[in-house]
């Protein structure tokens, strides 16, 4: 009884670690993209380490921490601004 407990504990932080992880990087994922990178760019970057990413409606990009379910959104994330010559500025937010 005690192994099977331990096995799917052990099963369930290994599913959930990515998620974590991910969350954890993801502030020193806002203050590493460069001033001047294009929208392509740091959207190819965002999903490559696992992110969400939305554009807001004012045309902000919105980088989001990975979902721990389907319902419930992480309000975690980075918040970049463009513009003519690119990212103007990125800034982690705890509440988008």
């Known amino acids: 009884m005690v192994g099977m407990v331990a096995l799917m504990a052990l099963g369930i932080a290994l599913g959930f670690w990515p998620l974590y992880a991910a969350s954890q990087k993801l502030p020193g994922f806002c203050t590493s ?11 190819a970057q965002a999903q490559a380490g696992g992110y969400e990413v939305e554009m807001a409606e004012d045309g902000r990009m919105l980088i989001k921490a990975p979902r721990m379910a389907a319902q419930v959104d992480s309000g975690r994330g980075c918040e970049l601004r463009f513009g003519e010559t690119g990212l103007e500025s990125s800034a982690y937010r705890s509440a988008l």
């Open 33 to 43: 993209l460069p001033v001047g990178m294009s929208a392509s760019q740091a959207q």
